[in-house]
């Protein structure tokens, strides 16, 4: 049982939550089943590679492909029709937590300018810099219910800002150390990375209504394929939210080689990349690893276009069929 307070700082007043979740004392079992097939990344085959100098992140939009290029303060718009460069905007310095769109615009956090940028994807210009009080550990950064989310820090401070006027309209404080978010049925989900569990902040409320015990460490986290998922980077798993239920549904062990990972869900999979394993694909389904790929590669991915898109180095990025990453397998 935990007990947490929120609060949150509006135009009228301050706002003091206090919440209470419950949950069963023992973790979902984990999936049983056949060992999962493990093959080295050489047997994927790519189909496109484009060279992106200083490429950091990357993530999608109904019709294109953004990626974040930290050294040099740009984004790159890539068009997955054709598999090339679109355009290239001159951002800033300091984009430090990945990329969302809404509201006819794609925002990124700022974090060495202490703002947030918004870009037109109609003419792929930058139209505005908004200030914000971003600092060094925050930055992660959603949308949804018409507001632009982001962690402002790594004390806990989540912003909530109106994209028609820039303008931050709650604080809502979540526990510190909290790494990454997503916006997923009416609710920002936040991963709690230092106390190994998952804040659901309301956002018809702006208040905390849930925290949900998952893995060791959880940091990334997605949503996609009727769940909530996130890597728990201290144990090697994967957790499985129901955004219904609230609760844990499936505890994936993946067995990943190091702390670090990435994550994406779509093309009825959930994928994880880290180096030392550049690829692991969890079948929905029944919540098992199917597949495992072996070698020194690995990075952020993205499913876009009925593609998974990665960067395996900061100078490339890959597209690649998850239908023929399904068919494979061992020799």
């Known amino acids: 049982m935990t007990t947490m307070q929120a609060l949150c700082k509006t135009g009228f007043a301050a706002v003091f939550a206090v919440f209470f979740a419950f949950q069963d004392p023992k973790p979902p079992a984990k999936p049983a089943g056949p060992p999962p097939d493990v093959m080295p990344f050489s047997r994927v085959r790519t189909e496109a590679a484009l060279d992106l100098i200083g490429a950091s992140d990357l993530a999608a939009t109904d019709d294109a492909v953004w990626i974040t290029r930290a050294a040099s303060g740009t984004v790159s718009r890539v068009d997955p029709k054709v598999n090339t460069v679109a355009a290239t905007i001159a951002i800033g310095p300091g984009v430090?937590?990945?990329?969302?769109?809404?509201?006819?615009?794609?925002?990124?956090?700022?974090?060495?300018?202490?703002?947030?940028?918004?870009?037109?994807?109609?003419?792929?210009?930058?139209?505005?810099?908004?200030?914000?009080?971003?600092?060094?550990?925050?930055?992660?950064?959603?949308?949804?219910?018409?507001?632009?989310?982001?962690?402002?820090?790594?004390?806990?401070?989540?912003?909530?800002?109106?994209?028609?006027?820039?303008?931050?309209?709650?604080?809502?404080?979540?526990?510190?150390?909290?790494?990454?978010?997503?916006?997923?049925?009416?609710?920002?989900?936040?991963?709690?990375?230092?106390?190994?569990?998952?804040?659901?902040?309301?956002?018809?409320?702006?208040?905390?209504?849930?925290?949900?015990?998952?893995?060791?460490?959880?940091?990334?986290?997605?949503?996609?394929?009727?769940?909530?998922?996130?890597?728990?980077?201290?144990?090697?798993?994967?957790?499985?939210?129901?955004?219904?239920?609230?609760?844990?549904?499936?505890?994936?062990?993946?067995?990943?080689?190091?702390?670090?990972?990435?994550?994406?869900?779509g093309e009825g999979s959930v994928w994880v990349s880290a180096k030392g394993a550049p690829l692991t694909r969890i079948e929905t389904r029944n919540n098992r690893v199917a597949q495992q790929f072996t070698g020194e590669t690995g990075g952020p991915i993205v499913i876009a276009q009925k593609a998974l898109w990665m960067v395996p180095s900061p100078d490339v990025v890959w597209r690649i069929d998850p239908k023929f990453v399904e068919a494979l397998r061992p020799d």
């Open 96 to 265: 430090c937590g990945g990329l969302t769109s809404g509201a006819s615009s794609v925002w990124l956090a700022l974090c060495g300018a202490a703002a947030l940028a918004r870009l037109d994807p109609a003419t792929n210009t930058l139209t505005a810099n908004i200030p914000a009080p971003l600092a060094e550990g925050g930055g992660s950064i959603a949308f949804g219910m018409s507001s632009v989310w982001v962690l402002r820090d790594a004390k806990g401070t989540l912003l909530r800002v109106d994209p028609a006027t820039g303008e931050p309209v709650a604080e809502i404080y979540v526990p510190a150390g909290s790494s990454s978010i997503v916006f997923d049925s009416d609710a920002i989900w936040v991963t709690d990375t230092e106390h190994s569990q998952v804040v659901k902040v309301e956002a018809r409320s702006n208040l905390i209504k849930e925290s949900i015990k998952v893995g060791k460490s959880p940091r990334r986290i997605v949503a996609g394929e009727g769940a909530v998922w996130v890597l728990n980077q201290g144990d090697g798993t994967v957790s499985r939210i129901d955004p219904k239920s609230n609760r844990v549904s499936a505890t994936v062990e993946v067995g990943m080689p190091s702390a670090g990972g990435y994550l994406a869900a």
